[in-house]
């Protein structure tokens, strides 16, 4: 068997000082020099770019457990310690110092902005908030019960066809002008597609409010009545964009950079990270656990969901609990648990029983040896749909704001992947596993094929009632 170890002899593991590694064949023949890349924060890498053109060998890691796809300045998480760093500042000292606009500003740039510099983003960003008034009529092709999500995705994977002027990824002014208009035209983006959906007229942004109070108003305003700000809900609102605007190499983003590695423009990568946000593994989980919630209905009810969710026959998980990262408590958990508890103080809510059943599950999970063994801890998404519900956000609507704030970070990692001279295509390898080569079987060769179908017995004929959408 090969061997891969420290290139100055040692045993792999035992030398902590290597700079590289040599893959051996059973020989001991050196067959690749594989470097050791540093990171500045918790663990290397080893360099296998030139393995399979030296060893004639890949390296398999389906869902890249053990694999950095590439390198990056923006984000780091320390699953072990539960820590989480944008740019190298913790995440509760922003969310309790700092704007979500000072924040996108941070994560896209590096450094938190100086006064006139953060006045200007934010400027440009408002200025970006409305939308070319011919999407509006594009919302109109969409069902009224459509998902937000389902809308957003294809609305914002139309802007490229709204904004043709800056799709030029190569052009650096082109590429900010790109960021902006999605950072600013996201949240109207989403309330249009809320509108929609319960038939109400659109809201158009107003540029004396910030960011997130001009969501909210957007979403919750009608042209019928004065709107009250509540700035205790704004600072939730806040708060729930900052914990979830980035997380390094998430599913989303990795898909965001990937297909930004065809060149394709910004806003199709983005349509792209939507697509993959709304997974129930990942963004969608913050529905999905309040939807838990809800089905669980109350504490006498919780051992029987707990027994559920250990038992490997039956799909149902406990959502919003595990992370692929984390093995300790999820840092965003424990910031958006403590913001639900003062939004619940300063709307004096007293005993809102879901919050109650949360933290019971919550308390009974991390005594049960399936969870503590397998490292399972509650993750950003067991909080944040409460706080998103205390703030009157509908259910689906949850995700479609886990998209806004993440947008900074998908372009966060768009920005700095396209300015990367190193930056090459995304094309992975594959083990292959099919059958070997063989000839082709003419039709009348291959028998009735009744026993061995792969197509199942038939697809349902779509009704006339799903038809005309009733
Ligand atoms: N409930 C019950 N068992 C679980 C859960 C859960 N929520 N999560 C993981 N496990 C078990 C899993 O069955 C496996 O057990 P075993 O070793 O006996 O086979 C073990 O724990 C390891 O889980 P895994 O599925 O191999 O872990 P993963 O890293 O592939 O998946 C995850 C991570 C987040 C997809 C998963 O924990 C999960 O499905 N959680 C529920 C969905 C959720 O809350 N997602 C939000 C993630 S955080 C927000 C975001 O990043 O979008």
């Known amino acids: 068997m090969p061997e891969l170890v420290p290139s100055n002899g040692h045993a792999a593991g035992h030398t902590a000082h290597a700079d590289a590694y040599c893959l051996c064949d059973e020989d001991g023949r050196e067959v690749a020099r594989l470097p050791r890349l540093e990171a500045t924060l918790g663990v290397g890498a080893v360099d296998v770019r030139h393995l399979l053109d030296d060893a004639k060998i890949t390296t398999y890691d389906p869902s890249f457990s053990s694999t950095a796809s590439c390198s990056s300045a923006i984000t780091y998480v320390d699953g072990d310690a539960g820590v989480l760093l944008y740019r190298g500042i913790p995440i509760d000292a922003l969310v309790e110092k700092s704007t979500f606009l000072e924040v996108a500003y941070l994560l896209l740039f590096g450094e938190l902005p100086t006064a006139n510099e953060l006045d200007t983003f934010t400027n440009d960003i408002t200025h970006h908030t409305m939308l070319h008034e011919q999407l509006a009529s594009f919302y109109n092709g969409f069902r009224r019960d459509a998902h937000p999500m389902a809308v957003m995705l294809g609305v914002v994977g139309a802007l490229s066809a709204f904004y043709p002027d800056s799709i030029d990824i190569l052009d650096p002014a082109q590429r900010l002008i790109s960021i902006e208009r999605l950072i600013a035209k996201m949240p109207s983006i989403a309330a249009m597609a ?133 093995k ?53 998404d067991f909080y944040s749909g409460l706080i998103m519900k205390a703030l009157g956000i509908p259910l689906n609507m949850f995700t479609a704001i886990f998209a806004i704030s993440r947008t900074a970070g998908w372009l966060s990692h768009w920005k700095e992947m396209i300015e990367d001279p190193d930056q090459r295509i995304t094309r992975p390898r594959q083990l292959y596993i099919g059958p070997t080569q063989r000839p082709y079987v003419p039709l009348r060769a291959r028998g009735d094929g009744a026993s061995g179908s792969k197509l199942p017995a038939g697809l349902p004929m779509p009704s006339e009632k799903s038809i005309v959408g009733g």
């Open 328 to 380: 300790s408590y999820d840092p965003r958990a424990k910031v958006m648990r403590r913001i639900y508890e003062e939004l619940l103080e300063e709307t004096r809510t007293q005993g809102d029983p879901l919050f109650e059943l949360a933290k019971e599950l919550e308390r009974l999970a991390l005594e049960d040896d399936y969870f503590v063994s397998r490292k399972l801890y509650p993750n950003v």
């Open 194 to 326: 809320y509108k929609y959906s319960v038939g109400q007229p659109f809201v158009y942004p107003h540029n004396e409010l910030d960011y997130p109070s001009n969501f909210m108003r957007m979403m919750f305003s009608v042209p019928a009545e004065e709107y009250r700000q509540s700035p205790v809900l704004a600072k939730a609102m806040n708060a729930l964009l900052i914990v979830q605007a980035d997380h390094e190499q998430n599913a989303s983003t990795s898909t965001v950079r990937s297909v930004g590695s065809s060149r394709a423009n910004p806003f199709a990568c983005v349509a792209a990270g939507i697509s993959s946000l709304w997974g129930p593994l990942h963004g969608g989980a913050n529905e999905a656990v309040l939807a838990m919630l809800q089905r669980i209905g109350s504490t006498a009810n919780l051992p029987d969901a707990i027994r559920r969710a250990k038992d490997k026959d039956d799909p149902f998980r406990l959502m919003g609990f595990g992370h692929r990262v984390y």
